[in-house]
Protein backbone atom coordinates (compact mmCIF):
# COMPACT_ATOMS: atom_id res chain seq x y z
CA UNK A 1 0.00 0.00 0.00
CA UNK A 2 1.24 3.38 -0.24
CA UNK A 3 1.36 4.44 3.04
CA UNK A 4 2.94 1.35 4.62
CA UNK A 5 6.30 0.28 3.23
CA UNK A 6 8.06 -3.19 2.96
CA UNK A 7 8.58 -4.24 6.73
CA UNK A 8 11.61 -6.33 4.99
CA UNK A 9 12.69 -3.38 3.24
CA UNK A 10 12.53 -1.43 6.56
CA UNK A 11 14.77 -4.22 8.25
CA UNK A 12 17.50 -4.31 5.59
CA UNK A 13 17.92 -0.50 6.08
CA UNK A 14 17.54 -0.84 10.10
CA UNK A 15 14.98 1.85 9.71
CA UNK A 16 14.05 2.57 13.71
CA UNK A 17 11.04 4.60 12.54
CA UNK A 18 7.30 3.16 12.00
CA UNK A 19 4.24 5.75 10.32
CA UNK A 20 1.13 4.92 11.61
CA UNK A 21 -0.85 5.30 8.40
CA UNK A 22 -4.43 7.55 8.61
CA UNK A 23 -5.80 4.37 7.49
CA UNK A 24 -5.43 0.84 7.28
CA UNK A 25 -3.53 -0.72 4.06
CA UNK A 26 -5.95 -1.89 1.28
CA UNK A 27 -5.80 -6.02 2.70
CA UNK A 28 -6.57 -4.86 6.29
CA UNK A 29 -8.79 -1.90 5.19
CA UNK A 30 -11.12 -5.09 3.17
CA UNK A 31 -11.72 -5.88 6.97
CA UNK A 32 -12.65 -3.43 9.00
CA UNK A 33 -13.99 -1.02 6.29
CA UNK A 34 -15.43 -2.43 3.35
CA UNK A 35 -17.18 0.58 1.77
CA UNK A 36 -13.75 2.68 2.30
CA UNK A 37 -12.04 -0.08 0.67
CA UNK A 38 -14.00 -0.26 -2.37
CA UNK A 39 -13.62 3.60 -3.10
CA UNK A 40 -9.88 3.67 -2.17
CA UNK A 41 -9.66 0.91 -5.16
CA UNK A 42 -11.70 3.28 -7.23
CA UNK A 43 -9.71 6.23 -6.67
CA UNK A 44 -6.41 4.59 -7.37
CA UNK A 45 -7.90 3.08 -10.81
CA UNK A 46 -8.92 5.94 -11.74
CA UNK A 47 -5.90 7.82 -10.95
CA UNK A 48 -4.13 5.27 -12.85
CA UNK A 49 -6.05 5.52 -16.29
CA UNK A 50 -5.69 9.49 -15.91
CA UNK A 51 -2.35 8.86 -15.86
CA UNK A 52 -1.91 6.32 -18.89
CA UNK A 53 -4.16 8.58 -20.79
CA UNK A 54 -1.90 10.82 -20.20
CA UNK A 55 -4.29 13.42 -18.35
CA UNK A 56 -2.06 13.88 -14.99
CA UNK A 57 1.35 12.18 -13.65
CA UNK A 58 0.50 10.46 -10.57
CA UNK A 59 1.70 12.35 -7.38
CA UNK A 60 1.69 15.74 -9.65
CA UNK A 61 -1.30 17.95 -9.38
CA UNK A 62 -2.33 19.94 -12.23
CA UNK A 63 -6.15 20.32 -11.38
CA UNK A 64 -5.72 23.76 -9.34
CA UNK A 65 -9.41 23.81 -8.05
CA UNK A 66 -9.26 27.62 -6.20
CA UNK A 67 -7.02 29.19 -9.38
CA UNK A 68 -9.22 32.07 -10.12
CA UNK A 69 -11.12 32.57 -6.80
CA UNK A 70 -11.18 35.58 -5.49
CA UNK A 71 -10.40 37.16 -2.15
CA UNK A 72 -14.08 36.86 -1.35
CA UNK A 73 -15.41 33.88 -2.91
CA UNK A 74 -11.58 32.68 -0.95
CA UNK A 75 -13.50 34.01 2.17
CA UNK A 76 -16.58 32.16 2.12
CA UNK A 77 -15.12 29.06 2.12
CA UNK A 78 -15.48 27.32 5.23
CA UNK A 79 -12.82 25.09 7.05
CA UNK A 80 -13.62 21.82 6.97
CA UNK A 81 -12.18 21.47 11.09
CA UNK A 82 -12.56 17.60 11.91
CA UNK A 83 -15.01 17.05 15.17
CA UNK A 84 -13.91 13.43 15.67
CA UNK A 85 -11.27 11.14 15.82
CA UNK A 86 -10.81 9.33 12.55
CA UNK A 87 -12.69 5.92 12.51
CA UNK A 88 -9.62 4.12 12.51
CA UNK A 89 -8.45 5.57 16.12
CA UNK A 90 -8.58 2.11 17.53
CA UNK A 91 -7.16 0.37 14.51
CA UNK A 92 -4.49 2.86 14.65
CA UNK A 93 -3.36 2.47 18.55
CA UNK A 94 -3.52 -0.98 18.09
CA UNK A 95 -0.40 -0.68 15.38
CA UNK A 96 1.68 2.04 17.02
CA UNK A 97 1.99 -0.29 20.44
CA UNK A 98 2.90 -3.20 18.46
CA UNK A 99 5.29 -1.31 16.83
CA UNK A 100 6.63 0.37 19.85
CA UNK A 101 6.82 -3.55 21.48
CA UNK A 102 8.96 -4.08 18.65
CA UNK A 103 11.06 -1.32 19.94
CA UNK A 104 10.40 0.89 17.05
CA UNK A 105 9.67 4.72 17.13
CA UNK A 106 6.27 5.86 16.10
CA UNK A 107 5.51 8.28 14.09
CA UNK A 108 2.19 10.13 11.97
CA UNK A 109 1.50 12.39 9.45
CA UNK A 110 -0.67 14.77 10.40
CA UNK A 111 -1.21 17.35 7.71
CA UNK A 112 0.28 18.99 4.62
CA UNK A 113 1.86 22.09 4.86
CA UNK A 114 0.39 25.82 4.39
CA UNK A 115 2.72 26.49 1.42
CA UNK A 116 2.28 23.08 -0.36
CA UNK A 117 -1.51 23.37 0.33
CA UNK A 118 -1.48 26.71 -1.35
CA UNK A 119 0.21 25.77 -4.75
CA UNK A 120 -1.68 22.68 -5.11
CA UNK A 121 -4.85 24.86 -4.54
CA UNK A 122 -4.04 28.06 -6.33
CA UNK A 123 -1.21 26.81 -8.84
CA UNK A 124 2.42 26.80 -8.35
CA UNK A 125 3.00 30.14 -10.47
CA UNK A 126 -0.59 31.67 -9.03
CA UNK A 127 0.78 31.16 -5.38
CA UNK A 128 4.33 32.63 -6.29
CA UNK A 129 2.66 35.37 -7.89
CA UNK A 130 0.52 35.64 -4.51
CA UNK A 131 2.63 35.08 -1.85
CA UNK A 132 4.10 38.84 -3.42
CA UNK A 133 1.18 40.44 -4.44
CA UNK A 134 -2.00 39.28 -2.65
CA UNK A 135 -1.22 38.95 0.91
CA UNK A 136 -4.65 38.80 1.60
CA UNK A 137 -5.46 35.96 -0.41
CA UNK A 138 -2.88 34.43 0.74
CA UNK A 139 -3.77 35.32 4.75
CA UNK A 140 -7.77 34.08 3.88
CA UNK A 141 -6.33 30.59 2.73
CA UNK A 142 -4.00 30.25 6.01
CA UNK A 143 -6.67 31.23 7.99
CA UNK A 144 -8.52 28.30 7.12
CA UNK A 145 -6.15 26.08 6.98
CA UNK A 146 -4.66 26.68 10.10
CA UNK A 147 -8.62 26.31 11.87
CA UNK A 148 -8.22 22.69 10.21
CA UNK A 149 -5.00 22.02 11.15
CA UNK A 150 -5.86 22.71 14.73
CA UNK A 151 -8.69 20.44 14.74
CA UNK A 152 -6.46 18.05 13.69
CA UNK A 153 -4.64 18.62 16.83
CA UNK A 154 -7.76 17.82 18.37
CA UNK A 155 -9.26 15.37 16.98
CA UNK A 156 -5.53 13.30 16.03
CA UNK A 157 -2.49 14.45 17.95
CA UNK A 158 -4.71 14.36 21.32
CA UNK A 159 -5.87 11.46 21.31
CA UNK A 160 -2.36 9.63 19.33
CA UNK A 161 -0.03 11.62 21.83
CA UNK A 162 0.70 8.57 24.46
CA UNK A 163 1.28 5.82 21.13
CA UNK A 164 3.06 8.42 18.93
CA UNK A 165 6.68 10.09 19.09
CA UNK A 166 6.35 11.94 16.23
CA UNK A 167 3.47 14.15 14.38
CA UNK A 168 4.08 15.63 10.94
CA UNK A 169 2.74 18.67 9.63
CA UNK A 170 5.01 18.74 6.33
CA UNK A 171 5.51 21.69 3.80
CA UNK A 172 7.60 21.97 0.62
CA UNK A 173 9.89 24.92 1.15
CA UNK A 174 12.86 24.49 -1.46
CA UNK A 175 14.23 23.24 -4.70
CA UNK A 176 17.07 21.90 -5.50
CA UNK A 177 18.75 24.46 -6.12
CA UNK A 178 17.63 27.04 -2.79
CA UNK A 179 14.13 28.03 -2.10
CA UNK A 180 11.04 28.37 -3.06
CA UNK A 181 10.94 32.17 -1.57
CA UNK A 182 12.87 34.73 -0.15
CA UNK A 183 13.75 34.69 3.30
CA UNK A 184 11.72 37.75 3.83
CA UNK A 185 8.75 36.21 1.84
CA UNK A 186 8.82 33.46 4.39
CA UNK A 187 9.11 35.17 7.81
CA UNK A 188 6.22 37.84 6.87
CA UNK A 189 3.60 35.28 5.06
CA UNK A 190 4.31 31.44 5.97
CA UNK A 191 6.31 31.62 9.56
CA UNK A 192 3.78 32.88 11.45
CA UNK A 193 1.29 30.00 10.53
CA UNK A 194 3.79 27.24 11.37
CA UNK A 195 4.33 29.06 14.84
CA UNK A 196 0.85 29.00 15.23
Known amino acids: DDDWADERILR ?15 PVLRDVDP ?12 NREEAAAGVK ?42 FRAEGFATTYWV ?17 AV ?8 VAAL ?7 NLGCV ?8 PYIDIFCFGDDWGLQTGPFMSPATFSERVAPYTAA
Open 142 to 148: FDRWLQE
Open 57 to 98: TPGVSQAFPLANATLDELKKIPAQVPREPSPYLDWQIAVAKR
Open 12 to 26: YLEVDLRLVPYQPPL
Open 154 to 161: ETAVKPLA
Open 130 to 137: DLLTEPDI
Open 111 to 127: SSGFFEMGCWNRGYDQF
Open 35 to 46: EACTRAIADRQR
